[in-house]
């Protein structure tokens, strides 16, 4: 009788833990409405006339979208005067290998940078997914790291003409010199647009205001002292330079551009092909959790450390371990790789997910999305 009460008590545990597990994995419908306002220019220079000669001098003129110089200000910060230099975007010699109760163990960030090495080395995953991972990995774990991402991807860390958050009209000016002597130019330019006139800002002008924003540093300094274009300048015979000069943004709204200078008769000129797009728009997503974990076959409530990526999906976004899907991606199957920590194991996992085969719109039910990860073999916390 007594053996009989124990598995009644054992078999109705296992009635509510299935169907805690049920309840919790089938929930209402949560929906999430995100609007879009705004607007989207687009500006083509077409050249009419970009490349003129004067005072034996070739000058070429070409208008640039400001945001492309961004990579190219941030690459030279990394510069040094010194003969014998390194850079490094990631301090990994700051993770060194720590002790816990008298073993020596990998740093979890250690441990993460071999599980996706190991991964991309036995093709489990490819080379965008290891770099999409380990930049996610590197930003965790290594604070410094993350910062400089953050600071390289944003436009104002080098770039002197993002001022007051936002860019100015930028133009590259070529000058080349073919002959045997030096020769000078004035910088007397003038740019107009319909009834507007401007003139190119100083590198005085731009360090006043970057200084006004609080957005002035050592980084956009030096930019301005190696690409502005000064109020004179000597070119070498038989060689060329390029500067850069800078204004305020026109509307180029129906008028063409012209740039001239003093003794220049043919100003140069481009018409501007503006396109300009309206956005109004109302997007429904659904949001799907991902609370339950496979481990080895085993239920666990959360890892202790994970990192996701989403792939072939233009209507699926990831934040804070919960996925939204737009509603008319609902019917894309899209996957979900991820690498996650539990209990000093790496597991990984390749999850395929259709948000039709989640959600029941008749009974307004929708089901958690269920990672089933695996152990990375071979691979232990423990030095060797």
Partial sequence: MEIKLV???????AILMISAFSAYSQRKIKKVIVEEVGFIVNLNFIPIKNELKHNDLIFKITPISTSSLDEKFVEESK?????????????????????????????????FLEGIDRLLENEEIDIEDHNRLKEQILSYYDKEYGRNIQSNKSASICNP????????NTY??????????YKYFDNQILIQSGDLLSHPLSSDE????????????QNKMESLNRHNLTESIAIPPHSSVV??????PFDYQDSDLKISFYGLTTPFQWTVDKQSISLNKGYTFYEF???WFMVNGKMVSRMAENFFILKGSSHAYFKDETIFIEEEGLNETFEIVSISLYRNLLNFSRTSVKGTDL??????????????????????????
Avoid: H, P, W
Avoid at 161 to 168: A, D, F, S, V
Avoid at 206 to 217: D, F, P, T
Avoid at 361 to 379: G, H, P, T
């Fill in 79 to 111: 510069l040094s005067g010194v003969f014998e230099y390194s850079y490094y975007d990631k301090s990994v010699n700051s993770y060194f290998l720590k002790k816990r109760k008298g073993k020596q163990e990998k740093t979890d960030y250690e441990f």
């Fill in 206 to 217: 731009l360090i006043s205001r970057l200084s006004q924003c609080k957005a002035l540093n």
């Fill in 172 to 181: 590259k000016l070529e000058i080349a010199n073919s002959t045997d002597s």
């Fill in 359 to 384: 959600i029941d719109l008749e009974k307004n039910r929708r089901e958690a999305i269920v990672i089933r990860a695996n152990k990375i073999d071979e691979l232990s916390k423990e030095v060797e």
């Fill in 7 to 13: 598995m009644k008590r054992v078999f109705l545990i």
């Fill in 161 to 168: 003409y993002y001022i007051g958050n936002k860019y100015m």
């Fill in 289 to 291: 959790e991902m609370k």
């Fill in 243 to 248: 500067k850069y000069f800078a204004a305020e």
